[in-house]
């Protein structure tokens, strides 16, 4: 149990265009999911909470216009890259909060590896 | 907010020796410590965690130590295989609602055969 799926697990897009990832919790709801990027040889940093129902809550320094955050459901959130530019080309991960009464584990996505060419 | 320094940044061992990677942490509200492993290219998966009401956890040849009064948990890793070869991640949490991780920069571990 607890899986997350991510989609596309792979993208090339041409500068100035919108990119979608989804995040997916695949046998459990999960009214919090996060999204990470990641540059080569570093580690993953938080770029925004994403709760279900509400407004996205975006770390110091991301954009949030530029990406935006829907937790529409409680099994799906979306990061979309507006206007990607070469310098967003990374590898986006998100995760998802599994609770279990008291005891909660966070499980991530298999990530998707966005270039901005 | 949390701030996390892990040590080494590199490892390297042989086979069979022992791993041994330090986690420090600011935040004394921390009560949650996972340690993730990446392979190159995939998803971080959770090794193992201790919450602050232990000091000691450990699953066959992994284990993770906690010291809540000098704010630092560690990860060891016996009899070593090429297999756990890989980067380290620690990511302490405050807990709460917020559910929120910290990682550190990561510790690449080379077990040579």
């Known amino acids: 149990g607890a899986v997350v799926s991510q989609h596309p697990s792979w993208v090339i897009c041409k500068s100035g265009t919108s990119v979608k990832i989804e995040c997916r919790s695949l046998?459990?709801?999960?009214?919090?999911m996060f999204w990470y990027r990641q540059f080569p040889k570093q580690s993953l940093m938080l770029m925004a909470t994403?709760?279900?129902?509400?407004?996205?809550?975006?770390e110091q320094g991301v954009e949030k216009d530029k990406f935006l955050i829907n937790h529409a459901s409680l099994t799906l959130s979306t990061l979309t890259v507006t206007s990607a530019h070469p310098e967003d080309s990374s590898f986006y991960i998100c995760?998802?909060?599994?609770?279990?009464?008291?005891?909660?584990?966070?499980?991530f996505g298999p990530g998707t590896r966005l270039t901005v060419t | 907010g949390e701030n996390v320094e892990q040590h080494p940044s590199t490892l390297s061992v042989q086979e069979g020796d022992s791993a041994v990677i330090k986690c420090t942490y600011s935040d004394s509200a921390s009560n949650y410590f996972p340690w993730y492993k990446q392979e190159l290219g995939k998803r971080p998966q959770l090794i193992i965690d201790?919450?602050?009401?232990?000091g000691e956890k450990k699953d066959q040849r992994i284990a993770v130590t906690l010291n809540k009064t000098a704010k630092h948990f560690s990860l060891h890793i016996t009899e070593t295989q090429p297999e756990d070869s890989a980067v380290y991640f620690c990511?302490?949490?405050?807990?709460?609602?917020?559910?929120?991780?910290?990682f550190g920069k990561g510790t690449l571990l080379t077990v040579n055969p």
């Open positions: 995760s998802a909060i599994y609770r279990d009464r008291a005891i909660y584990e966070q499980y």
């Open positions: 201790i919450r602050s009401n232990v």
């Open positions: 046998d459990f709801q999960a009214t919090t």
């Open positions: 994403s709760n279900e129902g509400s407004k996205a809550t975006y």
């Open positions: 990511a302490p949490n405050s807990g709460g609602s917020n559910y929120k991780l910290t």
